[in-house]
């Protein structure tokens, strides 16, 4: 199947998520008390040459705990895309999907795989070395290449622009001798139209 047949796939139409999610996003408090305060509307958008998943606001899907290991991370020395966290904090969000390039869908795979094969075409008539992912696949600028060329050819053949994309990753070492399950296994969400957010929310602990 060539790549103008799948970008027009026949399911396309199940590309719109049917419910809402709840995503987290690890920063700075600063950032995220102007949040919720109303000081700013929305987190800004990450431009980053290595983000996982391409441009777009990075939520941690269902996964609170892991946004907070996030923002501790940068703030032991780390950086992100709005600078050093001195302290460490989370930031919910009520997201509705719309169109999202879900990872765990064989056409949305199929759209990427099309799309870097594309991309790697284009370079190579113009003599040029694709870049690509770390080892530990860590820092991602093949992907994140790729799933903005992919997002640029579908605009391109004017077709539907996708809200978000949603990727499963496999992260970490095994939580047991032979297990098929990764210590830092998540899913994130990729937010690229900022009206899929509906609202923050201050994440309530249990006692």
Sequence with gaps: MNLDLLLSSRWRH?????????????C???????????????????????DWLGEGIYFWEGNPQRALDFAKERAGGGKNSRG???TPFILGAIINPKRCLD???????????????DLASVFETAGEKLPSNSKNF???????????????????????????????FWEGEPIYEGAGIQENNHIQICVRDTSCILGYFRPVEMP
């Design 14 to 26: 199940y590309e719109f998520q049917p419910s809402f999610l709840l995503g987290f996003h690890g």
């Design 103 to 117: 990872l765990a869908d064989s056409s949305a795979i199929a759209q990427v795989k099309l799309a870097h094969e």
């Design 28 to 50: 700075d408090e600063a950032v995220g008390e102007a949040i919720l305060r109303g000081k700013e509307s929305h987190l800004q958008p990450s431009a980053n040459s290595y």
């Design 84 to 86: 050093r966290i001195k």
């Design 138 to 168: 860590r820092m991602r600028e093949l992907d994140c290449l790729v799933f903005n060329a992919l997002h640029a050819l579908r605009e391109k053949k004017g077709l539907s622009s996708y809200d978000t994309v949603r990727g499963l």
